[in-house]
């Protein structure tokens, strides 16, 4: 229900791959063009909702099923391009329909002199390619990111034994209180946020007018 939620895994999914793919490269999207689709047009009327999950009402339809049905008027999945400020171009693609995958929040970066790839779902490793290595010898090589040496994970465990998903959230808390008492601004920021979402809006204007290119709003 877009009055509620906004939009659909656009806003969802969408957010954090543009906020990943941003953060990364250390360059902002100036345009994109994009697509969106709503596969499944009516879902049971949520009655109660707790966490991530709800119930239907449970309540007669016109159809006489017992479900009431409404109309869904968000995205199940989108599709888009975009240039970023420093010449890159990037590709994304947020569903709810990618069967088989958990939380597959993946993002491959390309460049002359290396590649790196990255997995949520092996949220532990990451994936290195050296293109100045011999051909004979170069690849993509895993990297365990477990070493008292990696960002965060000296504080916790010894070498090998992997953190999880609930201490990303001690490790943004330490960030945040860390900045704080530094007197430097927090990051990410209220503007990074701001503009993952004037690129979110930016897609959704491309899809809706099936524009070549729309422009990001600028901060």
Do not use: C
């Not at 808390?173 to 979402?197: H, M, R, Y």
């Amino acid at each position: 229900r877009k009055e509620l939620a906004g939009s659909g895994a656009l806003g969802d999914i969408g957010a954090h791959i543009i906020d990943t793919a941003q953060f990364i490269t250390g360059q902002h999207l100036t345009q994109v063009s994009g697509l969106t689709e709503t596969f499944v047009t009516q879902r049971p009327l949520a009655e109660a909702s707790a966490g991530l999950s709800a119930e239907s009402t449970g309540a007669a339809s016109e159809s006489g099923d017992g479900v009431e049905m409404g109309d869904v008027d968000v995205d199940d999945a989108a599709l888009f391009i975009g240039r970023l400020s420093g010449g890159a171009l990037a590709s994304f693609e947020a569903s709810r329909f990618a069967t088989g995958r958990k939380n597959a929040l993946r993002i491959e970066v390309n460049g002359s002199a290396a590649s790196l790839a990255f997995d949520f779902e092996a949220m532990n490793e990451l994936w290195f390619h050296d293109h100045a290595l011999p051909a004979e010898e170069a690849g993509f090589r895993r990297v365990l990111v477990t070493e008292a040496g990696h960002p965060y994970a000296g504080a916790w465990w010894p070498p090998g034994h992997g953190l999880g998903y609930e201490h990303t959230f001690t490790h943004e808390v330490k960030d945040f209180v860390e900045a704080i008492t530094s007197g430097v601004a927090p990051a990410p920021s209220f503007d990074d946020g701001l503009n993952v979402q004037r690129v979110l809006a930016a897609v959704e204007r491309s899809a809706a007018d099936q524009s070549r290119m729309t422009a990001i709003e600028e901060v």
